[in-house]
Structures are given as C-alpha cells and as structure tokens.
C-alpha cells in the first residue's frame, strides 16, 4: 500500500502515542537494553530532536544519492545548463534532458520531498517544545517545500497532515508562496529572540548550532523567495527583499558565513560524476568559463580525457537521444568533487548577487549600489573556491562566452550570448546588467542546479543552446526547455480529485498554460520579456 502525504501525520502520531504511552513500568524495565539508549535517553541529550533536524536539514540538498541523482542532477541539472547524460546504455525509457521523463523519474521529486520530510517534521512539531529546534524545523520546511513548487507550481501544502485522509488538498502557487513568506517572518522573529543563544552542534551540520547564524539564512531565503515573485507581484517582491536585506542581522554577506553542509556518509555529486559516469559538465558551462578564461574551471571540473585529442575544459551537449551517445562521451569534462566534500547549500556569494538585483531595480539594499553587490558577488564565490584574480576579472569588459565545438565533431552549438562581465554603468535599471548578475550567479552557485534552473526560467538567464533532441511532442519549446514536471500517475490515481483541481488552478494562475505538461509556465515564471 502507498502512502499518500496526509497520511502522513495519522501515521507519526500513531507512532508517537505507542512509543510514548508505552509506560506500564515492569514491561518497559524488563525489556530494556541496558547498552543501547531508549527514546527517554535519548530526549534526556536532546538527541532524538537533533537527529530529527539533521534529517530535515539534510533535505535542503539531499545527500542519499538515489534521491539527490533525480531531484539534483539529472532533472534540474540538465535544465540549469549545468548537467549532460552521459549514461551510455538505452535501459532508461525516458529523460529528462530530451523532456520525456519516465513515470519512475517524474514521481521522485514529487513523492520523496513529501515521504521524506513530513514524518519527522511532524514528530519534531509534536513532541519537541524547543522555540529554536520548532522555528529551524519550518524555516527546513519553506526551503524544502519551495523546490516542490517551483517543480510542478500547485502543490499540498498548507493542509498536508491536517485531516486524516488519504487525500492530500493543494494550494495554489500563489498561496504556497503567501504561507511561506508568513511562515518566515515567524521563525526570523523566533530566531531574532534567540539569536545570541547555541544549540548542540551535533544537532546542527552547517553553522554547529550558532542561531545568529541561522537568522542571516532565514533572511536570504527570504530574499531569494523576493526576487522569485518580482514579474509577478513587484510591490510584494520589493516589500519582502528590503525587510530581510535592512533587518537587524540582515542577509549572508561575508565569506564565512555560507552554508555548507558536512556530509554524514558521502557527497552524492562523486557518484553521479567520477563514480557512475551517469553525467558530465554541460557545454553551456564550459562555453561560459571559457569565454571568460575564468580561473574556477581548474576547482569545477577535470579537462576532457579523448585519445589523440589535447585536454580542455569541454563539456557535453545537453539532451541527446537514447541511444546515441558516443562510446567516449565519458571524455568530456568531469566535476572535480570527492565524497568528503560538503554539499553547497546556499553561499554568500548567492545573497550578494540577490542584493545586486534588488539594487539594480532601486530597492533600498542597505543603501549599497548595484555594482558593487555584483562585484562583490564575484570577490565571494572565488574565495569560496580558494581562487585568486576577482579583480582583473570582474574588470574584463571584453570576454564573451565561446561557441561550442564538440571535440567528435557531433553536437556543435553556441549559447548567443555576448554579455561580458565588466559592469556597465546605466542610469537605473538595465536588463543587459541583469543578465550580467544572473550569468555570474548562475557561475557561482553550480552546482545548485534546482535553483539554477528556477532563475533560468524567472529571468531567461543565461542564454543557454536547446537541447539536442526534443521528444516532448510539442508540449516544450526548443527556445524555452522545460517550464515545470507534470504531477506523476500516482497522483492521478490516488488523488484524482484533488490533482485535477490543482491543473485547473495552475491553468488560472499561469500567464502561459498548456496543461499539465512540461511546457506549462509556473506561476511566477511570466517574465514578458520572455517568448
């Protein structure tokens, strides 16, 4: 039997009472193991609701690889630009580089997200009465749950675990986002009340239960929701972006204060990559980095590895065909990243490019200008990557990125973009400065490739090539690529209802509806300089 979302909470509260009420004392001492700590030892170190957070913690970027392979690379990854299959097999009956994803793909960032969270998030909620373990518990929760909905746009959200049944209600993306900016506002004021105070650290992988630490988090996700909404409800976006920019710890803005999660067991990006050969660097990135000449390709990804072929930094066209890729493309460039490496959750160098654009379209940024955000932006992702020669390279006004020639003579390509990086100074906002912002952010944070391709989407940036083959059926435009996933079967069978009112609702919500397909733009993606 499937469990279905709002299942969910009867399941951990029935779970819960048992463990809980079992308390008829000569059973529980009869049967307790004196070695191994019972769940009242456990509470006593604060270490069942440790535990709980690090599982919530963890689903910001998922660290199992089978879960983190489809809701990290192979989806988003190919959509960002940052990703190419280089699987060479045919078992796979569908992608989603050539836009038609198998049911077994399309159903792992819908359900996991859901089957994953929910259980501890609601054990957490129920059982803990810790104001800094609750407030972290939701701010988890927005992270989490913002990536589901900017996947498919409708989603259950402010009713899931609410009743119990076996059919989960959605909101509309809309609403999600009005719950999520609510649900921030509170845990930054419960974090604000706390933020002088520590947790233990072993509860903690990213700032080792330093709260002051997490109020700057909370207000860069507040940002980045902000800017998210900005082509559609640009009061509501400005509002937002001011309060968690001009706030008392206001947002991540130093070297040291981004959050990098320690992995518990492994960083899932050696499988994908050196380990599995499942993937390789997409061209998009290398035609970039290339054209720019940007010292971090040596800290991003190994040289190609053709036989009789000089070594460069090449990668692989997006979304060719089953079935024909060629026997070397595991030639092409590789990530450099080894299993002990922590997983990039949110660097400062992102809240820096966030604040330029919020400065570019003349918000009040703490009073600071655009450029300097940008460049600042630049100076943090290459000391985060332990690379010199920010300034020469943010003084670069000449550079652009290079076409693409596939080594094998296959796939050749060429992104269209001309922007260089060297700042041009304009009198208020400049839609060319905008994609300078977004094309350096879009180098800096790889390789979030879910919010890569959300920005991708909200602004248009960078230009990326098309990919090689398009099996949508006409549902995607080569021009576009992939807007959102359709919700998986499961859903329409188990709660047909409820999925059916969630497409209407997206098709009222959406300035550019097609159904539920893959062509079919989210709420907020109605940039009208995108067509």
């Known amino acids: 039997m499937k469990f279905n979302k709002t299942m969910i909470k009867s399941l951990v509260t029935g779970f819960a009472a048992v463990a809980l009420a079992a308390c008829t004392a000569n059973y529980e001492e009869i049967n307790k193991n004196p070695y191994q700590p019972d769940e009242e030892d456990m509470r006593a170190d604060d270490y069942l609701f440790g535990a709980m957070l690090l599982n919530l913690q963890d689903l910001m970027m998922p660290e199992q690889e089978n879960f983190a392979q489809f809701a990290d690379c192979l989806m988003p990854g190919g959509f960002s630009g940052y990703v190419a299959d280089s699987n060479l097999g045919t078992s796979w009956s569908g992608r989603f580089a050539t836009y038609n994803p198998s049911q077994g793909w399309l159903k792992v960032p819908f359900n996991d997200f859901y089957t994953k969270f929910y259980p501890n998030y609601f054990q957490l909620k129920q059982q803990s009465t810790d104001e800094v373990y609750l407030a972290l518990a939701d701010l988890f929760r927005v992270v989490v749950m913002q990536r589901v909905t900017d996947t498919y746009g409708p989603i259950p959200y402010s009713q899931v675990g609410v009743e119990n049944s076996v059919n989960a209600p959605y909101d509309t993306q809309k609403a999600v986002y009005a719950a999520m900016f609510e649900q921030l506002d509170a845990v930054i004021a419960t974090l604000n009340a706390h ?18 630490q997490w109020v700057k988090f909370a207000n860069t996700i507040k940002l980045r929701l902000a800017l998210r909404v900005v082509y559609v409800d640009a009061a509501l976006a400005q509002t937002k972006a001011e309060e968690a920019v001009n706030s008392e710890y206001g947002v991540l803005s130093e070297l040291g204060d981004g959050a990098f999660r320690r992995v518990a067991d492994h960083n899932p990006w050696e499988r994908f990559m050196p380990n599995w050969s499942d993937a390789r660097i997409a061209a998009d990135l290398t035609c970039y980095m290339n054209g720019y000449n940007d010292p ?110 596939d080594p094998l003579g296959m796939h050749n390509g060429n992104t269209g973009s001309t922007i260089t990086v060297a700042w041009k100074d304009t009198a208020g906002f400049d839609e060319e400065n905008l994609e300078r912002i977004i094309t350096q952010k879009w180098i800096a944070i790889f390789p979030n490739c879910m919010e890569a391709w959300s920005e991708y989407r909200r602004t248009g940036y960078p230009r990326l090539m098309p990919a090689v083959a398009n099996l949508s059926g006409g549902t995607v435009s080569d021009s576009e690529g992939a807007r959102r996933l359709p919700y998986p079967d499961d859903e329409y069978r188990e709660n047909g209802a409820n999925v059916n009112a969630a497409v209407a609702a997206l098709a009222a919500e959406s300035s550019r509806s097609k159904g539920d397909n893959m062509g079919t733009h989210v709420w907020w993606d109605c940039n009208p300089a995108i067509n």
């Open 195 to 212: 933020s002088t105070q520590t947790f233990p650290a072993g509860s903690d992988r990213i700032y080792s239960g330093n709260v002051g």
């Open 296 to 405: 971090r390709r040596a800290v991003y990804y190994e040289m190609s590895t053709f036989p009789g072929l000089t070594a460069s930094y090449t990668g692989l066209r997006r979304g060719i065909a089953q079935g024909y890729y060629h026997p070397s493309s595991h030639g092409y460039s590789c990530m450099k990243v080894t299993v002990a490496d922590d997983i990039r959750v949110l660097p400062a160098s992102e809240a820096a490019f966030l604040c330029a654009e919020g400065a570019l379209r003349g918000w009040n940024m703490r009073g600071i200008d655009a450029k300097t955000y940008y460049e600042k932006g630049i100076a943090l992702s290459f000391a985060e990557r332990g690379v010199s020669g920010a300034e020469a390279y943010c003084a670069d006004a000449v550079s652009v990125p290079e076409p693409y020639t």
